[in-house]
């Protein structure tokens, strides 16, 4: 019900704001586990892609935004939910595992769920190496990849920003990347390798420069 809502409401306002150019829609397979696996920039990334998608797409989200009280803690609750975010603890010591088995659970609903393989936003534009959590993801749910490019989500939040501004937006959603040709490799070589293959079309989507090292991960985030 609040995604139905939230949808109603938010789709229509972000697209009148914000004139979103959106590419590729008809790569995301209709129904079915498919993972969407994008750079991030900003904050508002979460919101952006669901937006722009033509299903559902579900991010995990630290669950504090669930727990709050009163008025407050039930909007709060309500946005979270209305855009289908999914509620983790990202301060268990087993977090980034914990995290790994919820997306496990959404993709065997035959869900979308959203994944930036950075592990966290780039703070200087470029698009770091790529963890190897989304391989794992789609071998062991056996799902494909959708590749998305975000363009200027980071002009409508600059880190640290507290609220949002008009911005040019471009969302490109790429073709699926299957996981069967790397089914019967070593495991370990199988999700780097795949791994690099969603950065590879990550970066064409997205234009930005690469950088062959891994983005640094704040305190308290789990890295998948």
Same mark, same amino acid.
């Given at each position: ?52 998608? #033509?299903?559902?797409? &579900? ?5 504090? +935004?669930?727990?709050? %009280? =009163? $008025? ?44 930036? #393989?950075?592990?966290? &936003? ?5 698009? +770091?190496?790529?963890? %190897? =959590? $989304? ?59 795949? %791994? ?29």
């Amino acid at each position: 019900m609040f995604y139905s809502l939230g949808r109603n409401l938010l789709y229509p306002l972000s697209h009148a704001l914000y004139r979103p150019t959106i590419e590729g829609k008809e790569n995301i397979p209709r129904e079915g586990g498919v993972i969407v696996a994008s750079n991030h920039r900003s904050f508002i990334d979460s919101f952006a892609i669901p937006l722009a998608s #033509p299903r559902q797409v &579900r991010f995990l989200a630290k669950e504090e +935004y669930w727990t709050g %009280t =009163g $008025v407050g803690g039930f909007l709060r609750k309500g946005f979270f939910s209305a855009v289908g975010m999914v509620p983790v603890n990202r301060h268990s010591a087993t977090a980034a595992q914990e995290s790994l088995d919820t997306a496990l659970e959404v993709l065997r609903a035959g869900d979308a769920f959203g994944i930036y #393989p950075e592990g966290t &936003r780039s703070r200087d534009g470029r698009l +770091y190496r790529g963890r %190897t =959590g $989304v391989a794992w993801l789609a071998l062991t749910a056996q799902v494909p990849i959708v590749p998305v490019g975000l363009i200027g989500t980071e002009d409508i939040q600059p880190v640290g920003a507290r609220f949002p501004r008009l911005a040019k937006v471009t969302v490109r959603f790429g073709k699926p990347i299957g996981f069967e040709e790397y089914a019967g490799m070593p495991a370990g070589k199988a999700r780097r390798q795949l %791994t690099d293959r969603v950065m590879e079309a990550i970066a064409e989507l997205s234009g930005q420069e690469r950088v062959d090292s891994y983005n640094e991960v704040p305190g308290g985030e789990p890295s998948v």
